[in-house]
């Protein structure tokens, strides 16, 4: 498991952190993160490891999905790949509740 972040936690800090939205495009009809990047998980974890995210690799991450379950697969895979990657605890269910 990827480390996680409280959506108190990253509201206060948001700009400390590149926020990836890892949800799929329908997804986003629910509302998103500003100034979020929406890339979806397939696609994080191919772009990562073709290397097409490195001007990311100096920069802490936040990811995130609807409820945690992909933002953490995503979150993992970054780390994996020699990103600082955390988790959105509880996706953007909990941010929208915040």
């Known amino acids: 498991?990827?480390?996680?972040?409280?959506?108190?936690?990253?509201?206060?800090?948001?700009?400390?952190f590149v926020?990836?939205?890892?949800?799929?495009?329908?997804?986003?009809?629910?509302?998103a993160i500003e100034g979020s990047i929406h890339m979806p998980l397939g696609a994080v974890i191919r772009n990562a490891k073709k290397g097409k995210l490195e001007d990311l690799k100096s920069k802490k991450i936040c990811t995130h999905c609807s409820g945690g379950y992909r933002g953490n697969m995503a979150a993992e895979e970054l780390n994996k790949?020699?990103?600082?990657?955390v988790n959105l605890e509880g996706g953007f269910e909990a941010w929208s509740k915040v």
């Open 1 to 16: 498991m990827a480390q996680t972040i409280s959506a108190k936690d990253l509201k206060a800090r948001r700009q400390e």
């Open 81 to 85: 790949a020699g990103f600082q990657a």
């Open 19 to 31: 926020i990836i939205d890892v949800r799929e495009s329908d997804e986003l009809a629910q509302g």
